[in-house]
């Protein structure tokens, strides 16, 4: 006699069964709604940071560029809204300037060879001050004085310094050398050079620090047991750790260095002496002391493509990092 049990089959209310459905079978309305709930979850949470990213960068640099394209000045202002539309004549008026040109080179060599300079210096005292040694919290402390201190500060004792009769000058004069002028005339644009050099390089030394501390103390064993030499444990154990936070730093400062005004108004006061007058000073004299807010902003949007580029190539170069790490 044949049996007529069945086996049984595998129920629809499992909790798997939806899991479990193949291309062909449906899911049913409430898992799609939850399914469409959970995926677009991360686009509202972005809505608060994308309000506050509007608020605060996206309409200023509209109106920026807004007012780049009319001509605002000092009797236009109170109407500003119905200023004359001008279209790109302040940035013709600015690319013709030879003011601009000057303040861009001025800037981007100002830029350049501070970056150059303070990376090394900061890669140097990081590797100095690297591994323990009796002093070391107060070598430490002495490195990061620059650093605490205000810019506005750094640039107020400089200026009081190099004075014609300031302390650099007497003991100058002191040693049998000539001082000269610090703040005006051509020594002018290497006096704010040292003066940044001197408040910026404790920023790469501490990035280049931190990214020492990653070091796994087991590479540094196993470098020694193999009888690496100084040079060759540098190159090859602590440089690469040191590849991606130099890069940022190089970044860093770069912007910083484009974008510094603080430093040179303080330093050499509005209008600054023509050896000096940078891109911030320039963009600050056109606008507070010529009035011509049109003009001043379309140097501004000049300004932000000019600081845009250093962005671009770090953005670039660290996107291909991750594809050849993928690909390794």
């Known amino acids: 006699m044949a049996s007529s049990v069945t086996e049984p ?18 899911t049913p309305p409430g898992k799609q709604r939850k399914g469409l709930s959970e995926r677009n979850r991360p686009l509202w949470l972005l809505i608060p940071g994308g309000l506050l990213m509007t608020i ?9 560029i807004w007012m780049s394209l009319i001509d605002l000045d000092q009797y236009t202002l109170r109407q500003w809204v119905s200023a004359e539309f001008i279209g790109i004549q302040n940035y013709i008026e600015a690319a013709v300037s030879s003011d601009l040109l000057r303040s861009i080179w001025l800037s981007v060599s100002f830029a350049v060879i501070s970056t150059v300079v303070t990376i090394p210096l900061g890669v140097a005292a990081a590797v100095v001050t690297q591994n323990a040694y009796r002093g070391r919290a107060v070598v430490r402390s002495i490195f990061l004085i ?10 107020s004792v400089w200026r009081t310094m190099l004075q014609p009769d300031g302390i650099v000058n007497v003991t100058l004069t002191n040693m049998g050398m000539d001082g000269g002028l610090w703040l005006n005339g051509p020594n002018a644009y290497w006096t704010l050079v040292w ?7 404790p920023f790469i030394y501490l990035l280049a620090l931190s990214g020492l501390q990653a070091v796994d103390h087991e590479v540094h064993e196993a470098s020694a047991l193999d009888g690496a030499l100084w040079w060759n444990k540098l190159r090859y154990v602590i440089f690469p750790y040191l590849k991606g936070p130099v890069s940022l730093a190089f970044l860093l400062a770069t912007l910083n260095h484009i974008n510094n005004f603080t430093l040179p108004y303080v330093l050499f006061g509005a209008p600054a002496p023509s050896d000096v007058n940078v891109l911030p000073i ?6 507070f002391q010529s009035f011509r807010f049109g003009l001043s902003a379309a140097m501004a949007v000049v300004s932000l493509v000019l600081i845009a580029i250093p ?3 770090y953005l670039r ?12």
Do not use: C
């Open 311 to 313: 962005l671009f190539i």
């Open 146 to 155: 620059p650093y605490v201190l205000p810019s506005f500060v750094v640039a």
């Open 282 to 287: 320039l963009v600050y004299v056109t606008s």
């Open 195 to 201: 003066v940044e050099i001197w408040a910026a390089w």
């Open 56 to 64: 605060v960068i996206l309409i200023p640099l509209a109106m920026g």
């Open 9 to 26: 089959r595998p129920s629809d209310s499992s909790p798997m069964a939806g899991e479990a459905a193949g291309p062909g079978e449906t």
């Open 317 to 328: 170069a660290v996107r291909l990092d991750v594809h050849e790490g993928g690909k390794k």
